[in-house]
């Protein structure tokens, strides 16, 4: 990986064929996670008119039906603009604790909380998943996987950087609850166990980044023969080091006397 520097009036990187497989699993599991809200809908109210938009009628494209994450028919956004068009009576509070930690209570009052989450949740999602599936869609776009050693370019223009930093947050904060990092010493341990692993050459699997069945365990060992037993991790810090050459890219490329 060469990490985001500044390059004329554009942020520029570039990932090898490993390092975009494993980011984009990162982002596929964040959208997946994400797409997962729920809402309770007020009986009746779509039938009565609020519940159908020109994207909604038959025949009308959805939007994004192509994009990560969910089966044919159930893309994330399209789901989230159809409980927009709803008359919504109720948010469910998130079981996922990765989730919740991305869509936070509002306040430790329970009922205000649930108001909060009620009026808010569901355009916080729609943020998320959609600055994600951009993301998503950049790297995709870098080139097909086989392409030489640092071969994938990406290049954000200065408006875009803070909404990728802001989607590698989000994925960061779901990657740091699966593998139950809660401190910095943890974090280190990770950095320093993923650094231990950068010197294997290893090819990445033929078929598409799977999740893991159950989250990923700070302590658990990696089993004997594994290419990838810790991908998490490895995405973890990838995104790490890429969030913080953004984040120093922008702050270099502000004008000596601060913003305007």
Not at 25 to 39: C, H, K
Not at 158 to 169: F, G, H, L, Q, R
Not at 209 to 225: H, I, K
């Amino acid at each position: 990986m060469i990490p985001f520097e500044v390059e004329e009036s554009a942020y520029v990187a570039w990932l090898d064929d490993i390092e975009v497989f494993l980011v984009i699993g990162a982002i596929e599991q964040t959208i997946e996670a994400l797409s997962g809200v729920t809402a309770v809908v007020v009986p009746g109210a779509e039938e009565a008119g609020n519940g159908r938009s020109g994207a909604d009628e038959p025949g009308a494209a959805r939007p994004g039906a192509d994009e990560p994450g969910t089966d044919e028919g159930t893309n994330p956004l399209a789901e989230m603009l159809r409980l927009h068009s709803a008359e919504i009576e109720a948010i469910a509070r998130p079981a996922d604790s990765a989730v919740l930690k991305l869509l936070p209570d509002g306040s430790e009052d329970p009922d205000v909380a649930d108001q909060f989450r009620r009026l808010t949740q569901l355009d916080l999602a729609e943020r998320k998943v959609t600055r994600l599936v951009r993301l998503h869609q950049q790297l995709r776009a870098s080139g097909e996987l086989g392409m030489p050693q640092a071969a994938h370019r990406i290049e954000l223009q200065p408006t875009d950087a803070a909404e990728v930093a802001s989607a590698i947050t989000d994925v960061r904060v779901l990657l740091a609850d699966r593998l139950g990092i809660a401190d910095s010493d943890q974090v280190e341990e990770v950095y320093e166990r993923v650094m231990d692993l950068a010197d294997d050459t290893v090819t990445p699997p033929d078929e598409a980044f799977e999740p893991a069945a159950s989250p990923d365990s700070l302590t658990q060992e990696p089993d004997e023969g594994a290419p990838w037993p810790d991908m998490n991790r490895v995405a973890f810090v990838l995104l790490g080091l890429l969030q913080d050459s953004l984040v120093d890219a922008m702050l270099d490329d502000l004008p000596e006397d601060g913003p305007a």
